[in-house]
């Protein structure tokens, strides 16, 4: 799977929108990308997930650039129980056995 | 719906005792389960990936004599963390995941200290 890098932190001012950046450079056409995000001493949570095009759902949007090089999750409007590491993935999607390689993501703080 | 469930929540033992985690898919069916561990401040690592009725697979460096799987049905996988030691106090989070569904669906976590 290619290799993700993320910011180590980033803050965010409460009710305004979370930009999270993610560079996979060396995506594979086949390879999806995925955000995750954990909260303090729990287990981690699935936010959103896309192959080409841009993504929303309930939590957040994923925008990813045309190259596919990079990626923004974007929570539009952030509050203090979204701060969390949030961790970009890229995988192969259909393999059952595929798994989850997590790196160091990215400490978001929401701050009051 | 999609809830994976870990028991215990917490654990507290002597070292050189042996500790199970139970991880179970509570409304569904789960093909294939995997176990990570997390040390303070650092990222998930994954352990082993299991699948219903076979042999667990682990990563490079994980003992598997040491944590053992079981994945005895398709709702349900357990760690043993066999003789522990101080070092092998962790977070310990499962995942589960259901064919067709493209996405994990993780366990709330175990904290083991051993003392």
């Known amino acids: 799977d290619a290799k993700t890098t993320q910011p180590p932190s980033m803050d965010c001012a409460e009710g305004r929108a979370a930009n999270l950046p993610c560079n996979h450079s060396t995506i594979s056409g086949n390879e999806y990308v995925y955000w995750y995000r954990q909260i303090h001493s729990q287990g981690p949570q699935y936010i959103i997930h896309g192959l080409k095009n841009n993504e929303t759902n309930e939590m957040a949007s994923l925008i990813i650039t045309e190259d596919r090089k990079s990626s923004t999750l974007i929570l539009p409007h952030a509050t203090l129980r979204d701060t969390a590491v949030y961790y970009c993935?890229?995988?192969?999607?259909?393999?059952?056995?595929?798994?989850?390689?997590f790196g160091e993501g990215t400490q978001l703080t929401v701050n009051p | 719906g999609a809830v994976v469930s870990q028991h215990p929540s917490w654990v507290i033992c002597k070292s050189g005792t042996s500790v199970k985690i139970e991880c179970r898919s509570l409304?569904?069916?789960?093909?294939?389960m995997f176990w990570y561990r997390q040390f303070p401040k650092q990222s998930l690592m994954l352990m082993a990936t299991s699948n219903e009725g076979s042999k667990a697979t682990y990563e490079q460096g994980v003992e598997k004599d040491k944590f053992l799987i079981n994945h005895a049905s398709l709702t349900l996988s357990t760690l043993t963390v066999t003789s522990a030691h101080p070092e092998d106090s962790s977070f310990y989070i499962c995942s589960a995941r259901v064919a067709g569904v493209p996405r994990e669906f993780f366990g709330p976590g175990t904290r083991l200290t051993v003392l």
């Open positions: 409304d569904f069916q789960a093909t294939t």
């Open positions: 993935i890229v995988r192969a999607q259909e393999t059952s056995g595929s798994r989850l390689t």
